[in-house]
């Protein structure tokens, strides 16, 4: 007697939706990619509970004819493949024809649909693999696929799931993914009744990231772009400057299919290299455009990656795209004053007359009431590639300018003379290439990162004002508005009390939006919204890098504030590229005196190199 048997079907499929159906986010990005590819000009998605209560995606596309419901919901059924040789060139999102199947195994879900030759729609639900009727129903043109209490049925997997604000993330991240890859589509998601994102249909892809990440931050990326005779690649990509902690703000799209890809990922890196201090992370939003047969989307069961038949072509391509946009722009003149973050269609007094978020800035000549460390904004207008035309800068510091008394005086800090009688050899400092600050010391010669001293010499005066008490706020004439995506959003309000300790104050604005009303003094000039930004890029990094467990990968408080002011320190800090007096050199060699551990920054890389002068005579043989 055999032992071998074919398993039943059920079991088939529950098989099957361990592999696509791995959480409310994967049930969100097979129902989206099955709306877009019935050709919609409208999608609209629900959450409920993170989408472990609900997840319901309508859209108003071709609709499914009412005799072949229950062959959508059936395993290997689909519409978008006849043949093999169709997996060769597959133009729709779906193929493998096992989402709805896989889904409805573990789940209970509701389809209605009509397409527009029907007189009216169908209705057909499954309950955990068990089919209904189906059944006439009054309804638009389009369907509607609910998907109610995911797991509910399947406690090995339920275990699995994660709290609902964690799942939600999820979810709410593979909604943007797609969002971004389909911007001609109008889209919204709702989540526990309250509208999280609305998107309309946009004609540009720079449209969309801002309805999505904030208006001020698109309009500050740049288009690069570079094709072969066969593949080429286009985005939008972020200003050094512009860095993140983690790469969060990366997405990468072929034909239309948000994926993963280590290799490009690479590329970007190289591409960024010498312009972004290490360990940061480049803002990059690239589409690439590949003829179907080089790459197969059909190696993974989420189809979270895909193949390429000649990677190293567009490793080359990404590569070539971004260094020829660096070698031709001039980064250190960057794109737009500190603005406020001005959202579509909302008032928010302008502090640039001219230079809102859309750009257009006619001004040559701009002094701003809301600049008072006295940044000018005298240069020329440039623009970017297509993008829009906005003032620069001049160099980001946030030292004060030298006083008459040639004393120089870091917010924060009591005065001091420079060269007072010290009893001690008086430093000579140079700074060189604009990033290195050479100084002659009685033990020898010393080459200083100007960026990493100066972020630790801020994080050290973070730290003693706030242990004494004495950290001071300045209230924002002007609050500076940040669109913030939902887990980010979260993130926030769960901890706005560890931001405000650090100085920050961030307050609710209505729907994705925040306002942060107050920043603390020692962050100089750093615009309040940049602050916020690099701190929630930090925060987010902490928290997954924390083991889950009891506090669901909360950080400890103090921790987070450390990690909140290791943020706030960075990007207030004077970068690699600022000129700088001499004045603020030798206040900067001097204030380096004052901090406990001034020779690392304080992600621990080193802020000097010491070429001792004994190395220097024996190197010269004077010993
Ligand atoms: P696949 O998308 O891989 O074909 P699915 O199980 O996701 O497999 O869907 C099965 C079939 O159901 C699709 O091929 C399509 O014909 C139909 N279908 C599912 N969702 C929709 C929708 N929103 N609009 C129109 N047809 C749909
Ligand atoms: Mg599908």
Redesign the pocket.
């Known amino acids: 007697m055999g032992r071998i048997h074919t398993l039943p079907m059920s079991v088939v499929n529950r098989i099957a939706a361990g592999e696509v159906v791995e959480r409310p986010a994967s049930v969100v990005k097979?129902?989206l990619?099955?709306?877009l590819?019935?050709g919609?000009s409208r999608v609209a998605v629900t959450l409920e509970q993170g989408g472990v209560g609900l997840v319901r995606?309508v859209?108003d596309?071709?609709?499914?004819d009412a005799e072949?419901l229950p062959?959508?919901?059936?395993?290997h059924?689909?519409?978008?493949?006849r043949v093999a040789e169709d997996l060769e060139r597959i133009g729709?999102?779906?193929?493998?024809?096992?989402?709805?199947?896989?889904?409805s195994e573990v789940a209970r879900v509701v389809?209605r649909?009509r397409t527009p030759e029907a007189a009216h729609g169908a209705r057909l639900e499954v309950d955990a693999g068990v089919m209904g009727e189906v059944a006439p129903e009054g309804c638009p043109v389009?369907?509607?696929?609910e998907v109610h209490q995911l797991f509910s049925k399947v406690p090995a997997r339920r275990a699995f799931l994660r709290a609902p604000a964690t799942e939600w993330s999820h979810a709410s991240e593979a909604f943007v993914r797609t969002a971004l890859a389909h911007q001609a589509v109008a889209m919204t998601l709702d989540h526990n009744g309250r509208r999280v994102h609305d998107l309309p249909g946009a004609d540009r892809w720079r449209t969309r990231i801002g309805d999505l990440f904030g208006t001020a931050l698109a309009a500050r990326l740049i288009e690069v772009e570079a094709s072969d005779d066969l593949v080429s690649v286009q985005g939008l990509v972020g200003r050094p400057e512009d860095d993140m902690a983690g790469t969060k703000l990366q997405h990468l799209f072929v034909s239309g299919r948000p994926f993963r890809d280590r290799s490009i990922l690479h590329a970007v890196q190289e591409g960024y290299r010498g312009v972004l201090l290490t360990g940061r992370q480049p803002i990059v939003f690239l589409r690439f455009e590949i003829p179907p047969d080089f790459v197969d989307v059909n190696v993974h069961p989420a189809k979270m990656e895909v193949r390429f038949r000649d990677p190293s072509r567009l490793y080359r391509l990404v590569l070539s795209a971004l260094r020829t946009k660096f070698l031709t722009l001039d980064l250190r003149a960057p794109l737009t004053p500190p603005t406020a973050d001005v959202g579509r269609g909302a008032h928010v007094p302008q502090a640039w007359p001219g230079a809102g978020a859309h750009g257009g800035a006619t001004e040559q000549t701009m002094q701003s009431p809301a600049a008072p460390e006295g940044r000018s904004y005298a240069e020329p207008a440039v623009a970017w590639g297509g993008g829009p035309s906005l003032p620069p800068w001049k160099p980001q510091t946030p030292l004060s300018p030298p006083r008459a008394t040639g004393t120089l005086q870091l917010p924060g800090w009591e005065e001091e003379t420079v060269g007072a009688p010290t009893g001690r050899m008086v430093e000579r400092a140079v700074q060189m290439h604009d990033r290195y600050i050479v100084v002659e010391s009685p033990e020898g010669i010393e080459v200083i990162d100007q960026h990493a001293l100066h972020e630790r010499v801020l994080y050290e005066q973070f730290k003693g004002a706030i242990a004494a008490g004495s950290l001071e706020v300045q209230p924002l004439l002007i609050p500076e508005r940040l669109d913030l995506p939902p887990a980010d959003l979260e993130m926030v309000t769960e901890h706005a009390e560890a931001l405000v300790s650090a100085g920050l104050r961030v307050e609710p604005f209505g729907g994705s939006t925040v306002i942060v009303t107050a920043k603390p003094v020692l962050a100089g000039g750093a615009a309040a919204a940049d602050l916020l930004r690099e701190v929630i890029g930090r925060i987010a990094a902490l928290g997954s890098a924390v083991s889950p467990g009891a506090g669901a990968g909360r950080p400890a408080s103090s921790m987070l504030v450390d990690e909140v002011l290791h943020g706030m320190a960075c990007k207030a800090a004077i970068k690699a590229g600022d000129p700088l007096s001499q004045a603020e050199v030798d206040a900067l060699v001097r204030d380096r005196r004052r901090v406990t551990d001034a020779h690392h920054c304080p992600h621990g890389r080193p802020t000097s190199l010491t070429l001792s002068r004994q190395e220097l005579d024996r190197q010269f043989r004077r010993t």
């Open positions: 097979e129902l990619e099955n709306a590819d019935a919609p995606v859209d596309g071709a609709g499914i072949d062959l959508a919901v059936s395993p059924a689909t519409s978008k493949l729709t999102l779906g193929f493998r024809g096992e989402a709805l199947a896989s889904i389809i649909s389009g369907t509607s696929v």
